[in-house]
Structures are given as C-alpha cells and as structure tokens.
C-alpha cells in the first residue's frame, strides 16, 4: 500500500504579472517502507510536489491523501496535527533551531505535538545518527553533516508515517552527503520508514529504491529500481 497518494495533483503559482503551472496533473505513490527519489531540471516542481505531498501546501486541482487521510477534508488546523504527527521532515539547511542543543531539537516535534519527552528515547535517536556524544551540542558548534544528522533524528522521533527530505545533501561535502544517504537508507531497510527525497544528485538518487523524474510540472518517467548512477 501507498502511505502517500497523488491524482492529477495540480498546482498554479499566481504573481501580479504571470502565472506558472508548477505541478500539471501529477499522479504517483509513495509506498510503504520504499525509498523515492524526485530528480529533474530546476523549476521541473521536485520542490512543490514535496511540499504538496507533505501537507506543506494546498493544490488547487487533484487529490492527496497521507497515511489514509483525503487532505481535502482537513482544516488547516487538522493538517497541521496531522503533520506533525504523521509526516517527518529534511531541509537542505538543516533547519534546526539555533538557541537549542541537539537533544532538544530532537525532542521538540515531541513537545509540538504534545507527546511526553523520554530522554532515553532522544538519547537512542540521537545514538543512531552517531550523535550521542554531542547531544548538548548547540547547532553553530557542529558541523553541516552533523546538523543534518540531528535533522534526521528530528524528523524521526515522532515516528512519522512518511519522511520527506529537501535536497538533504545538497549543502555537505561528499564524505557528509554518504553519511546521511547511509542513513536515511538505513531507515528505510531497518525500519520500514517510508523515504521520499528530492536530489539533482545522481550520486544521492541512486541510494533510492525508485527514481520518478520531472519536466515542466509533469512526470516524464518512473524507474522502478536502483539508479545506475555511473550511466547518468
Ligand atoms: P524545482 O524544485 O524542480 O526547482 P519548484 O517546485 O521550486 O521546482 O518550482 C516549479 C515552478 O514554480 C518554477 O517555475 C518556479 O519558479 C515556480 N514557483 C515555485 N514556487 C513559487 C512561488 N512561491 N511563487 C511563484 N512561483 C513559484
Ligand atoms: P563533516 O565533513 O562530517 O561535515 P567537518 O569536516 O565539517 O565534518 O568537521 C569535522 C569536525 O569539526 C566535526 O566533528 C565538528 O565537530 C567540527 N566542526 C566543524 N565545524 C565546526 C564549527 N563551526 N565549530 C566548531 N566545530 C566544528
């Protein structure tokens, strides 16, 4: 089954003197315990088709549901629940929140959703992303690849049906960038976590189990098994 579900999801972008189709009748899944990779040329709409999949964004034409729930029939507060509730997030620039050490960027999506904070449980997620020793840790005394590790396990405490993650490696050096492919694709062979990953990265994509890739708004092609990405 898909955790995440698209038909002919459109989206268009108004601004005073244009009006950009960013997604043109999108359909596609995401199944359960599968790692996707989205690729395609800048301005293809990798970027709204994440967010609109995530819940981060309303489509103006087609239909989503996440993990069972039709996203139409949801108020934005309901949507919002259901985020952070369900759905885990991966920025490209980490995003964690400055003033706050690692465990407790870790632990906050647990306050935000108003869930009991166990440390043990922070201490164990921060452990399998190889950050325990660095859990009082504020973000500006770690390193890219590190912040994106606590990232991870930010976006996994909650455990959320479905990760996306935003050109995740698209800020680290190449040894940091197979740190965090090695893991998001170890959540997804020890876990069954659900992974959907935006790359331009041929490198990245090819940790993934599916690679749809997107021209103008459409999906062009689905390679349905591991990118070859010497032949790219
Ligand atoms: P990608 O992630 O593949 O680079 P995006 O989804 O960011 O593509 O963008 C798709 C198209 O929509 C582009 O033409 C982009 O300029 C446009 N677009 C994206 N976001 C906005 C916005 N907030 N307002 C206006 N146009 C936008
Ligand atoms: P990576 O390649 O894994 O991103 P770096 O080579 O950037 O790691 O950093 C190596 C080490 O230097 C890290 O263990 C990190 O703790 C430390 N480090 C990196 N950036 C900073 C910084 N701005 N302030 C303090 N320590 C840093």
């Known amino acids: 089954p898909d955790v995440v579900r698209l038909w002919s999801v459109k989206k268009t972008y108004r601004t005073a003197a244009h009006e950009v189709i960013a997604l043109d009748g999108v359909t596609t899944g995401f199944p359960a315990g599968t790692f996707t990779a989205v690729m395609g040329p800048s301005g293809s709409g990798k970027s709204t088709l994440l967010q609109c999949a995530a819940g981060l964004d309303r489509p103006d034409g087609g239909k989503i549901v996440i993990d069972g729930t039709d996203l139409a029939t949801l108020k934005e507060t309901a949507l919002t629940v259901l985020r952070r509730e369900r759905v885990g997030f991966v920025f490209q620039a980490f995003n964690l929140v400055s003033a706050l050490t690692a465990e407790q960027n870790v632990s906050l999506p647990l306050r935000l959703a108003g869930r009991a904070v166990a440390s043990a449980e922070v201490r164990a997620a921060l452990a399998r992303v190889g950050m325990a020793e660095r859990a009082g840790h504020r973000p500006s005394r770690l390193s890219g690849g590190e912040q994106q590790r606590v990232a991870i396990a930010r976006a996994l405490i909650t455990r959320p049906a479905v990760v996306f993650a935003d050109e995740p490696t698209g800020a680290l050096d190449i040894k940091a960038s197979r740190e965090v492919l090695r893991l998001l ?43 070859d990405a010497e032949s790219v």
Do not use: C, I, S, W
């Not at 992974?195 to 349905?224: C, I, K, Q, S, W």
């Open 185 to 227: 694709r170890g959540m997804v062979d020890d876990q069954g976590q659900t992974v959907v990953m935006v790359t331009h990265d041929p490198v990245a994509a090819a940790y993934a189990d599916r690679v749809l890739f997107l021209a103008d708004g459409r999906l062009v092609e689905e390679l349905n098994g591991k990118l």
